[in-house]
């Protein structure tokens, strides 16, 4: 990586990290209904923005902008003009938003390349909790990171979307025939005793990683904009299911409505189970279903 580019990095995080200090004397400030809204709005927008299939759009005086190719050098600095605002207004679900996706950005550029699958894809994630955690507005802002209190009928529910997206998964690689390669090279090259407790563990903390994401983050703030509603599960349901389309399993349209269908299901049951606990457990499952077919369907042997 250039130096220039690492340096410019390391700047934006110093600025996003001195930003967020601002964000502990925010606590008693109040934000307008309509604030909070456009902010979260926004933000989704820019975060959706990057998910959607390449477009390339022209702009005055001959300027082009590749979407989502372009994506990852414009979000920081978008994001990082939008957290004053945030914290002027003391919109921690949106600083909080914010902050999750900064750090899927920017951290890629900075941590060493040829990182385990798992640790580059769940830095991000370690990076906003030990924030969030570390600063008491946020803190105190997470009400969604709790076990909840799962019902009958939502085990129940777990239970049948557990079943439905493994038919879901089985039946989109036996039919959309994807093309595993992408997948296949992030596993890692272990004994058989050692592969069958990385998928596990694999599934367990790629779930969770999500879960805290999407469920968490993403759905705590449109519910602090729109209402705790059956809106709200829908819109998280449908970034979550945009995310999928470029190198998501499954991925490619199929991916999103599949994936979309079963962000739906955890919205659901994050709602009704006030916490993470049963999404989380279920969606391990589903992830556990999904390296199966990896591994299942590999071509090179794992050694």
Same mark, same amino acid.
């Given at each position: 990586?250039?130096?220039?580019?690492?340096?410019?990095?390391?700047?934006q995080c110093q600025v996003t990290i001195l930003l967020l200090r601002l964000a502990a004397m925010s606590e008693n400030a109040s934000t307008a209904a309509w604030t909070n809204r456009i902010l979260v709005l926004v933000t989704l927008c820019l975060i959706?923005?990057?998910?959607?299939?390449?477009?390339?759009?022209?702009?005055?005086?001959?300027?082009?902008?590749?979407?989502?190719?372009?994506?990852?050098? !414009?979000?920081?600095?978008?994001?990082?003009?939008?957290?004053?605002?945030?914290?002027?207004?003391?919109?921690?679900?949106?600083?909080?938003?914010?902050?999750?996706? /900064?750090?899927?950005?920017? #951290?890629?550029? !900075?941590?060493?390349? &040829?990182?385990? $699958? #798992?640790?580059?894809?769940?830095?991000?994630?370690?990076?906003? #909790?030990?924030?969030? /955690?570390?600063?008491?507005?946020?803190?105190?802002?997470?009400?969604? $990171?709790?076990?909840?209190?799962?019902?009958? &009928?939502?085990?129940? $529910?777990?239970?049948?979307?557990?079943?439905?997206?493994? /038919?879901?998964?089985?039946?989109?690689?036996?039919?959309?025939?994807?093309?595993?390669?992408?997948?296949?090279?992030?596993?890692?090259?272990?004994?058989?005793?050692? $592969?069958?407790?990385?998928?596990?563990?694999?599934?367990?903390?790629?779930?969770?990683?999500?879960?805290?994401?999407?469920?968490?983050?993403?759905?705590?703030?449109?519910?602090?904009? !729109?209402?705790?509603?059956?809106?709200?599960?829908? %819109?998280?349901?449908? %970034?979550?299911?945009?995310?999928?389309?470029?190198?998501?399993?499954?991925?490619?349209?199929?991916?999103?409505?599949?994936?979309?269908?079963?962000?739906?299901?955890?919205? %659901?049951?994050?709602?009704?189970?006030?916490? /993470? #606990?049963?999404?989380?457990?279920?969606?391990?499952?589903?992830?556990?279903?999904? !390296?199966?077919?990896?591994?299942?369907?590999?071509?090179?042997?794992?050694?």
């Open positions: 990586m250039p130096v220039e580019r690492a340096h410019l990095q390391l700047n959706g923005a990057n998910f959607v299939p390449k477009t390339r759009l022209s702009l005055p005086g001959d300027f082009i902008v590749n979407l989502p190719a372009d994506m990852p050098s !414009i979000m920081p600095w978008a994001m990082l003009i939008l957290l004053p605002f945030a914290i002027q207004f003391g919109d921690l679900r949106t600083v909080q938003l914010v902050l999750l996706f /900064l750090a899927q950005w920017l #951290l890629p550029g !900075i941590i060493p390349r &040829n990182q385990p $699958f #798992l640790v580059s894809k769940c830095a991000s994630v370690v990076l906003y #909790l030990y924030l969030a /955690l570390l600063i008491a507005p946020l803190r105190r802002s997470m009400d969604w $990171f709790r076990f909840g209190q799962p019902s009958r &009928n939502m085990l129940i $529910f777990a239970v049948v979307v557990v079943l439905l997206s493994a /038919l879901g998964l089985i039946g989109w690689v036996h039919f959309a025939n994807p093309s595993m390669a992408e997948h296949v090279s992030k596993l890692p090259r272990l004994s058989p005793q050692k $592969f069958a407790v990385y998928m596990g563990g694999f599934a367990m903390i790629n779930a969770l990683q999500e879960e805290i994401m999407w469920r968490g983050v993403v759905m705590g703030a449109i519910d602090s904009a !729109i209402g705790a509603g059956i809106i709200s599960i829908i %819109i998280q349901a449908a %970034i979550f299911g945009m995310a999928h389309f470029n190198g998501g399993f499954p991925g490619g349209w199929a991916g999103v409505g599949l994936a979309g269908s079963f962000g739906l299901g955890m919205g %659901i049951l994050r709602r009704y189970t006030r916490g /993470l #606990l049963l999404p989380w457990v279920v969606h391990s499952a589903a992830d556990f279903v999904v !390296i199966s077919l990896v591994v299942h369907f590999a071509s090179q042997p794992l050694v």
